[in-house]
């Protein structure tokens, strides 16, 4: 059943750390200017993954567990605090999914939160100590309009993203 109103129920918002899914890999890519909905992406390319690698400006970032549960605490709270409602949550080794309901926000201000929290938090814990984001740029910001979106993003989030990591210590 379709939402009749003119907001959706939730979205899927996904970010990556700096350096882990560069231009050319073989996971494809989009860019600037190929990145609207039903947009081809781009096919491997090993060359311009190579020129992706030589302008990174530093090492990839990874979430080992301590992290993760940094990461994790950040968003727990971002919505606690602002009334959001969390629906999935998945901290992974290398990006984030978070499936939210933001009671008519728009999802990059809570992109933004989320990242800019999880940064605070992994930096108050001793986790982070570079003046630099952990985060690539951006990030996704899925629209989910119907209860079966919802519940085909928790699916995703919660059970589609590879083996289980290790708990948080």
């Not at 781009?42 to 301590?66: F, G, T």
């Not at 605070?120 to 951006?138: F, N, Q």
Request: proline share 4%; glycine share 6%.
């Amino acid at each position: 059943m379709w939402n009749d109103s003119n907001y959706p129920l939730g979205f899927l918002i996904t970010f990556r750390c700096y350096g882990t899914w560069l231009h050319g890999d073989e996971r494809k890519s989009t860019d600037r200017h190929n990145n609207t909905y039903g947009d081809p992406r781009y096919s491997s390319n090993q060359h311009w993954n190579s020129i992706s690698a030589d302008r990174m400006r530093r090492a990839e970032v990874k979430l080992d567990a301590p992290r993760r549960k940094a990461v994790e605490m950040a968003i727990r709270e971002t919505c606690e605090k602002r009334s959001w409602r969390l629906l999935a949550l998945n901290v992974r080794t290398n990006h984030v999914h978070v499936v939210v309901s933001l009671g008519g926000k728009l999802p990059a201000i809570a992109l933004n939160a989320f990242k800019s929290n999880a940064t605070r938090i992994m930096r108050e814990c001793g986790l982070w100590k570079s003046d630099r984001t952990p985060w690539a740029d951006k990030g996704s910001e899925r629209w989910l309009w119907t209860e079966d979106h919802i519940f085909c993003a928790v699916e995703y989030v919660v059970h589609g993203q590879g083996h289980e990591l290790p708990k948080f210590e």
